[in-house]
């Protein structure tokens, strides 16, 4: 009886000590169509560590090359620029990886991402040891793009 009271408690402590770590949820990728080289993959992380660390980028057997890119705003055009150091993941935060944010992009996809499907992704830390995710991938809408008035003329077909 003493011993099984033991083994409760020791895995009482194990079941606590799991919650460390870096934890993806909510991920998703963007269906692309026929013959597109890029696509996006977006989650929470959550660092539960107590240390920050970065997501450096990753690897798939999908596309030739996962890298980490934000959006800047370059005179009003945003545009994508790889995350050099990677995106930070503050201890004990959530880090939102988003369209229009930081997101994972596959550079050279090597086929369609189809609707329902979903990905395996290896995220590379610069901390703690890479993790394989699955990502599902879904078919959401791009978010509207930015109306500029472009004076009209010049889109008049
Ligand atoms: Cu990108």
């Given at each position: 009886m003493k011993k099984l009271l033991a083994t409760l408690v020791l895995a009482g402590v194990c079941g606590s000590a799991a919650a460390a770590g870096i934890h993806i949820?909510?991920?998703?990728?963007?269906?692309?169509?026929?013959?597109?080289?890029?696509?996006?993959?977006?989650m929470n992380i959550h660092n539960d560590n107590k240390k920050a660390d970065f997501l450096l980028g990753g690897s798939s057997p999908v596309a030739?090359?996962?890298?980490?890119?934000?959006?800047?705003n370059d005179n009003g055009v945003m545009r994508m620029?790889?995350?050099?150091?990677?995106?930070?993941?503050?201890?004990?935060?959530n880090t939102e990886l988003k369209p229009g944010g930081y997101h994972i992009m596959f550079m050279?996809?090597?086929r369609?991402?189809?609707?329902?499907?979903?990905?395996?992704?290896?995220?590379?830390?610069?901390?703690?040891?890479?993790?394989?995710?699955q990502i599902p991938v879904k078919n959401v809408p791009k978010p509207a793009a930015h109306n500029h008035d472009h004076g009209g003329a010049a889109h008049a077909h």
């Open positions: 949820q909510d991920q998703w990728a963007r269906a692309t169509v026929e013959g597109m080289k890029m696509g996006g993959a977006f030739e090359r996962v890298e980490v890119h934000t959006h800047v620029r790889e995350v050099k150091g990677g995106v930070p993941l503050a201890a004990g935060e050279g996809l090597k369609q991402l189809k609707e329902g499907e979903t990905v395996p992704v290896t995220l590379k830390f610069k901390h703690a040891k890479s993790q394989t995710v």
